[in-house]
């Protein structure tokens, strides 16, 4: 059954969620991330320029603490986590896609606590796209996404003006509900009819597509190619394109100490970094620029297929919007097919000849 | 703006022709408005190169990148020049550069366009197709303060000669100075509290050449943690502004790239402010300038140090 919500019950409706950790968009400067709310939402916005897996995985976090004692290091003891439910508002659908790959992830070969107990806790609450999104680099819908998709969500919420038009899509949402008994009010078939055409025209208004049938088999031809240096010549470096996506998940682990005191800490990490694959020998497997941009390709449509059963993106575009020099990843990857075609042509050609 | 363009075409292909250069680093149309960046290496390419509001970047980086490429085993150095197409901001870089030795002068040949301003890429709604006009609502910040519209090196000129009108006072980071500690320190740390040390500031800059940046070190010691977090970001920024005092030329890549709009350029005009009026340096002008690191006069002002 669809809920209601009146924007004006917000404040009430975070009232009702005192016993929860409460995350949702935050914006300091015209710039978005998620944080820990200490009122009620502002879920108008387009999206965060920071994705909302740091709610689950949080840029830097600390593993467990320890102390001097001489020479050796003891009392190795975890941080107290937090036991109260979590709710994250405003969540788009694409980043709520990202939750899952993600817990695929976390539980693949070794099970996280640290994330896993996070989002056990959690209750997600989506937010359609309307407004300010989709924008002009969104291309969920070529990845089986939707802006009003309800992969990883347990709420969905759709803007209706003055109210948020409410889908429980798991037990969590309707636990949801229950909580906050009155502020939701049972919806009305015009309410079904607007948030349809809200939906309808999310879809509408995105205009990049992205066809991927054969990038996973023409990445397989294409690794000696030449055609990574082309792509690649321009990239300065940065780690944005990875530190920013949703479903990129790489860390490093390091230890921090300071006067006898000490604590394991994981910091987000990015393959795009040339110190990413160095060995402690000073070895470098990875050490060009050629190199890094064809594993973040590789990585995404080929590894975590073969190892989780889903490609690395959800097509939110923040890595098309965010680089510095404007490599795209739908270019890169269908010029791959491009490519790796032209590059099977030239050997047939040459085995003709010879 | 056409007509530069014409010229940078016609320079491209001449010197591609001629074998003088072995490619030519320049501007490209994107899939939309922005631009992006165009390695050239036959003549016939020559014709993609453009010119408009959108050719922001500063592609000295990768005149850097050429100067430091060694040869493979067995391989011999090529040190045929590059050429390089730069607004008057990015000369400045190359000028600092050959001061500090990084960039020598016969390998590069350079084709300088003059310039009256280019678009803040983040003013500009990335769904515009075309590059827009430079308006007063879209100009990049450091176009507000430019002192110099004319390359101060070049092989090439493209584009008639720009008048210089702007005065520079520093207005936009007086303010900065007219805060009290406490309030200044309050700004930084609203600032850098959201950095996610992408390190895209340092990647985007060509006077951040270091091959192995301290940032990423590991051995002897750490400098610096890999937390993300206010005390690790504002050491970074702090260490990157040290060495940064000087030799800046306010390109403004570094606050340009930025994912989570930090305003860089606030701490490198500072910088360059107070180069200048206790040091009389000005970056990127002259290369015979001794750089001001590298000079110590004992009439230097030490009010500062305390
Ligand atoms: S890709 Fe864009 S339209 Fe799709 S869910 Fe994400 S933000 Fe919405
Ligand atoms: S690869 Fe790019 S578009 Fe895809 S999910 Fe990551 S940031 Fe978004
Ligand atoms: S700073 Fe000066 S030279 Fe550089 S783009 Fe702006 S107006 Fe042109
Ligand atoms: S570009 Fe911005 S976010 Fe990235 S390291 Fe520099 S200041 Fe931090």
């Known amino acids: ?354 | 703006m056409t007509d530069r363009q014409g010229q940078i075409q016609d320079t491209a292909r001449g010197w591609l022709e001629s074998g003088e250069v072995k490619y030519v680093v320049g501007f490209e149309q994107g899939r939309r408005a922005g631009t992006k960046v165009a390695f050239v290496r036959r003549p016939e390419d020559a014709d993609k190169l453009v010119w408009n509001s959108m050719c922001v970047n500063n592609l000295t980086l990768f005149l850097v990148e050429e100067m430091q490429t060694r040869p493979g085993r067995g391989e011999e150095l090529d040190t045929t020049p590059i050429g390089i197409v730069v607004k008057p901001c990015d000369s400045k870089t190359i000028v600092e550069l050959m001061k500090e030795n990084i960039v020598a002068r016969e390998r590069v040949k350079i084709i300088g366009v003059t310039c009256e301003g280019v678009c803040d890429t983040k003013k500009v709604d990335g769904s515009e197709k075309q590059p827009p006009a430079v308006t007063d609502e879209n100009i990049a910040g450091k176009c507000l303060v430019c002192t110099h519209h004319n390359p101060l090196i070049a092989d090439v000129v493209c584009g008639e000669a720009v008048p210089e009108t702007i005065t520079d006072d520093y207005s936009d980071v007086a303010e900065l100075e007219a805060m009290t500690p406490q309030e200044r320190w309050e700004y930084w740390e609203r600032q850098l509290e959201r950095c996610v040390r992408c390190y895209g500031c340092r990647e985007a800059c060509p006077l951040c050449y270091c091959e192995e940046c301290v940032f990423d070190r590991e051995k002897p010691y750490r400098w610096n943690e890999k937390s993300v977090q206010l005390p690790e970001n504002t050491f970074y920024h702090l260490v990157r502004a040290m060495h940064l005092a000087g030799r800046c030329v306010d390109c403004g890549e570094c606050e340009r790239v930025c994912p989570v709009d930090i305003p860089i350029r606030k701490i490198n005009r500072y910088l360059e402010w107070k180069a200048k009026e206790r040091y009389d340096v000005e970056a990127g002008v002259d290369p015979e300038d001794d750089s001001m690191f590298g000079t110590c006069d004992t009439a230097d002002p030490e009010d500062f140090i305390w």
């Open chain 1, 1 to 354: 059954m669809s809920h209601t919500i009146g924007k004006d019950k917000m404040d009430a409706l975070f009232e009702a969620l005192s016993e929860h950790e409460v995350y949702g968009p935050v914006e300091v400067d015209g710039v978005w991330t998620y944080k820990k709310l200490d009122s009620a939402p502002d879920l108008e916005f387009g999206n965060s320029q920071v994705p909302p897996k740091s709610v689950f995985f949080p840029q830097t976090e600390t593993m467990f603490e320890f102390k001097r004692d001489g020479a050796r290091f003891v009392g190795a003891e975890e941080p107290q986590r937090a036991s109260k439910p979590l709710v994250v508002f405003g969540v788009r659908p694409c980043d709520a896609k990202a939750f899952t790959l993600l817990d695929k992830l976390f539980t693949w070969d070794y099970i996280d606590p640290y994330f896993v107990d996070r989002r056990e806790r959690a209750t997600t609450i989506a937010l359609t796209c309307s407004g300010q999104k989709p924008d002009e680099n969104c291309f969920c819908t070529s990845i089986e996404g939707s802006p009003s998709g309800t992969e990883g969500v347990d709420s969905l919420w759709t803007d209706l003006g003055d109210r948020y038009f409410v889908e429980s899509v798991t037990e969590k949402g309707e636990a949801l509900i229950e909580l906050g008994g009155n502020l939701f009010v049972e919806a009305v078939s015009d309410d079904e009819s607007s948030a349809e055409e809200v939906k309808e025209n999310a879809v509408k208004a995105i205009t990049r597509t992205f066809d991927r049938a054969e990038v996973a088999e023409s990445l397989r031809c294409l690794f000696e190619s030449k055609y990574w240096e082309d792509i690649s010549a321009s990239c300065i470096g940065c780690g944005m394109c990875t530190l920013l996506c949703p479903t990129c998940h790489c860390f490093d682990i390091n230890d921090v100490v300071k006067q006898g005191e000490g604590r394991r800490e994981r910091t987000w990490d990015s393959c795009q970094f040339e110190y990413y694959s160095s060995h402690a020998s000073g070895h470098n497997p990875r050490p060009a620029k050629r190199m890094r941009q064809r594993n973040r390709m590789y990585h995404k449509f080929l590894y975590i297929d073969n190892n989780l059963g889903v490609i690395g993106c959800v097509g939110c575009g923040r890595c098309i919007s965010a680089c510095p020099v404007n490599i795209d990843i739908i270019d890169v990857t269908e010029g791959a097919v491009a490519r790796a075609c032209m590059e099977k042509d030239a050997d047939a050609k040459g085995e003709e000849a010879a």
